[in-house]
Nanobody, 115 residues
C-alpha cells in the first residue's frame, strides 16, 4: 500500500509564494518519478512539474522560472516551491509517484491566488 499526503496549500496574494509538500509512505521501491499536477474544475488535470529519479526535471511552460520541484530522499518527500504566483495558478494541486507501471495519487491540496 502506498500513500501520498499533500500539504502546504492555501490562500495567497498574487506575487506571493507557497511551498507544497508531498510525503510518500508505504511500499515504495525503486520509484521512477514524482510529479505535481493541477486541476481547475471543468478542465483536465495538467502536469506542472516532474522530478525524474534517474535525473532531470520538467516543467510546464506556464510555470518555468517561477516553480521549482525538489526531493528529500531521506523523507520520501517531494516539494513544489511556487514563487511569483498568479491568479491563473489557482487550482487543486495533486502529487503522484510512479512505481513501475503503477501511478499513485494524493488527495490534492487547494491553492488559491487572489488578485
Amino acid at each position: 500500500q502506498v500513500r501520498l499526503v499533500e500539504s502546504g496549500g492555501g490562500l495567497v496574494q498574487a506575487g506571493g509564494s507557497l511551498r507544497l509538500s508531498c510525503a510518500a509512505s508505504g511500499s515504495i521501491f525503486s520509484p521512477n518519478a514524482m510529479d505535481w499536477y493541477r486541476q481547475v474544475p471543468g478542465n483536465q488535470r495538467e502536469l506542472v512539474a516532474q522530478f525524474n529519479f534517474g535525473g532531470g526535471t520538467n516543467y510546464a511552460d506556464s510555470v518555468k522560472g517561477r516553480f521549482t520541484i525538489s526531493r528529500d530522499n531521506a523523507k520520501n518527500t517531494v516539494y513544489l516551491q511556487m514563487n511569483s504566483l498568479k491568479p491563473e495558478d489557482t487550482a487543486v494541486y495533486y502529487c503522484n509517484i510512479h512505481l513501475g507501471s503503477i501511478i499513485y495519487w494524493g488527495q490534492g491540496t487547494q491553492v488559491t491566488v487572489s488578485s
